[in-house]
Nanobody, 114 residues
Framework: QVQLVESGGGLVQPGGSLKLACTAS????????LAWYRQAPGKQREWVAR???????TYADSVQGRFTISRDNVRSPVYLQMNSLKPEDTAVYYC????????WGQGTQVTVSS
């Protein structure tokens, strides 16, 4: 079993920055991939970024160059540094882990508004 807890969401003005964190617990050594997804009101959940156990990162086109996913080691949280935020980045952001099955966190709200 893996448990995921997100933190760091909040309200930020357009052009601002936020850093989300996802802390994993339980059988963390079984995790092969960690990712961030988001879901805006009335929209489907969409993938944002992922990092493999080898440290390979990939981003959705909509956040490429603005967001950075990172993780120092298997015991550290996975972060999502979000810069140059836009109103369309407003969503609930979810942490996702792929181990023997898929795990999700409870989500953290990010609101980009003036």
């Amino acid at each position: 079993q893996v448990q995921l807890v997100e933190s760091g969401g909040g309200l930020v003005q357009p052009g601002g920055s936020l850093k989300l964190a996802c802390t994993a617990s339980g059988n963390i050594f079984s995790i092969r991939l960690l990712a961030w997804y988001r879901q805006a009101p009335g929209k489907q959940r969409e993938w944002v970024a992922r990092i493999t156990s080898d440290g390979i990162t990939t981003y959705a086109d909509s956040v490429q160059g603005r967001f950075t996913i990172s993780r120092d080691n298997v015991r550290s949280p996975v972060y999502l540094q979000m810069n140059s935020l836009k109103p369309e980045d407003t969503a609930v952001y979810y942490c996702h882990a792929l181990a023997n099955r898929v795990y999700w966190g409870q989500g953290t709200q990010v609101t980009v508004s003036s």
